[in-house]
Each structure stands twice: as structure tokens, then as C-alpha cells.
């Protein structure tokens, strides 16, 4: 008899983005060193008869259910590629904001594939699992990696990143959706050069180095659209033993980085306190 199982989906944070080039079709090229936090949603899934999804938690009003909700599309497609029917009761349990920058619902999506394939005690080829999840969107396959990992082309050229210290994070975003071909049609300039992390850091502080030396080519276009994102990325930076703050993604969400819980729940109780209209969210970085 199958049973109910959960998967959490963290949170995807890119510590660094370029864009490199453009295809002929408009798609970008990136070069991005993706980790995951230790904040997210859990999807639950029990079986049925049919194909349904809940949404609870304090981010499922920003969601609807139908025609486009990409855990559907992620099970239905699923199920076809199984050449079985889709049935399952699925929650999610939403705790992300949503139009983020931080893969929520990737997350999502590629925590449904997981899910379902336990749920359906089914196996799919890794390759036809990642092609699958690529078709839902470029962030699929790094959120089916769900480790540290150098993120090339479209999203789908996937290196295991140099093992990384332990560090946290502090997850901000000012509760305002951010649309991400918009953020990329504002994008102006020359492509900039990959640039993988090639040595293994050796502590935060060190990480934090590395990263100084990179960037986000997508902060400018955001800020210019959204210009709380400037705000938040100087209001993390104030905090006490911030060793970098930058842009996730194509945003609006913003993240500091720190060497220890305790500097992170403490900058996260700081910021809370200045700016309660945030949604913060301190959480470590995923090995």
C-alpha cells in the first residue's frame, strides 16, 4: 500500500550571476554558483483516485491552484512520461514568497518529481528525469540536484561546486512579486566572463571574498525596476557581522551572508525590527 510522504523544497539562492551571452533563440546564457537554504516549502503527498492539489501555509494566498500551477504541470508531465494516470492528493504547505528570485517554484516542481516517483514507486532515468524538469523551466534541473552546484547554459549545464564551508544566510524580500523577463529586457551592457569558484574556500570570510570578486549582472535592471532592492541590499549590509549582501536571482529577494547562526539570527532580528513589512528568513546553507 502506498503511503504519504513529504519533501521539503529549500529555497535556491544564486551567491553569484552572470550573464554571459544570448542565444539565437533570446534565451541568456548564465554562469551561477547556486546553493540551497535551509528555509522552504513542504509538499505532501498521499494517494488518490484522482489528481488534486491544496495550498496551506502563509504564501498560498499569492498562488492559485489552476490552469498554471507548476506542481500540476509538474505531475501531470510526470505521470505521461510514466504512461500512467496522475493521481495523487497533493499539499503544498507555501512558505516562499512567490516571483522571487529564490526558485519557489521550482522548488516545488522538482519536489513534486521527487515526490511522486516515491509516492508512485516508479523509476525514471536521472537524464529523462532532468530533460523532463528543463521542459518546466531552466531552474528545474539545479533544484533536482538540490546541492551546490556551478549552474551554466540556460540552467541546464550542472558542475558539483568546490565543497563549500559552512555559512548562513539571511533570506529578504520586500513582499513585491519581481517579473524575471522583465528584469532581463531592462538588462543593458556587455556579457560578462564565467567565472567558477576554483578552490574550495576556507571559511565564510573567505567565501565572501571569492564572491566580492563576482556579482549579480541582474541587480542593475532590478534595482531600476524595483528600488527596494537597493534598499535592502544597504539594510543588510548594516548589519552587525555581514561579510556580503547581494541579489538573488533576478530578485526582488536579497540575501546577506554570515559565518555563523548566531550572526544571522541576529542580523535577521534586526532587520525584522526595522523593516516588519519584509519577509526575513534566516536559514544555513544546505551541504
Known amino acids: 500500500m502506498n503511503s504519504v510522504n513529504s519533501v521539503f523544497a529549500p529555497a535556491k539562492v544564486n551567491l553569484y550571476l552572470h550573464v554571459t551571452g ?9 554562469d551561477s554558483l547556486v546553493v540551497f537554504a535551509g528555509v522552504g516549502d513542504r509538499i ?3 494517494p ?8 496551506s501555509g502563509p504564501g498560498a494566498g499569492a498562488l492559485s491552484v489552476e490552469p498554471d500551477n507548476i506542481v500540476l504541470k509538474a505531475a501531470r508531465r510526470l505521470a505521461d512520461a510514466l504512461g500512467r494516470q496522475p493521481q ?8 516562499l514568497p512567490v516571483a522571487a528570485g529564490i526558485g519557489g517554484g521550482s522548488a516545488d516542481a522538482a519536489a513534486t518529481l521527487r515526490g511522486l516517483l516515491q509516492l508512485w514507486r516508479a523509476d525514471l532515468d536521472e537524464k529523462i528525469l532532468f530533460e523532463l524538469g528543463l521542459s518546466l523551466g531552466a531552474d528545474l534541473p539545479v533544484c533536482l540536484a538540490g546541492r551546490p552546484t556551478q549552474m551554466a547554459g540556460v540552467g541546464e549545464v550542472l558542475t558539483p561546486s568546490v565543497k563549500l564551508p559552512p555559512a548562513w544566510l539571511v533570506l529578504v524580500n520586500p513582499r513585491l512579486a519581481l517579473s524575471t523577463p522583465a528584469v532581463f529586457k531592462a538588462r543593458s551592457g556587455d556579457f560578462t566572463p564565467a567565472a567558477p569558484l576554483s578552490e574550495p574556500p576556507t571559511d565564510a570570510r573567505h567565501l565572501a571574498r571569492l564572491l566580492a570578486d563576482r556579482r549579480n549582472d541582474l541587480a542593475p535592471p532590478a534595482m531600476a525596476l524595483e528600488p527596494k532592492v537597493g534598499e535592502m541590499l544597504d539594510a543588510i549590509a548594516a548589519t552587525d557581522a555581514c561579510l556580503l549582501s547581494r541579489m538573488s536571482g533576478s530578485g526582488a529577494t536579497c540575501f546577506g551572508l554570515y559565518g555563523d547562526a548566531e550572526g544571522a539570527a541576529a542580523a535577521a532580528a534586526q532587520l525584522t525590527a526595522r523593516h516588519p513589512e519584509w519577509w526575513v528568513a534566516p536559514a544555513e546553507i544546505l551541504g
Do not use: V
Open 48 to 55: 488518490a483516485d484522482d489528481l488534486s492539489l491544496t495550498l
Open 88 to 95: 495523487a492528493a497533493i499539499t503544498l504547505e507555501k512558505h
Open 44 to 46: 505532501t503527498f498521499a
Open 22 to 30: 544570448r542565444r539565437s533563440d533570446g534565451f541568456h546564457l548564465l
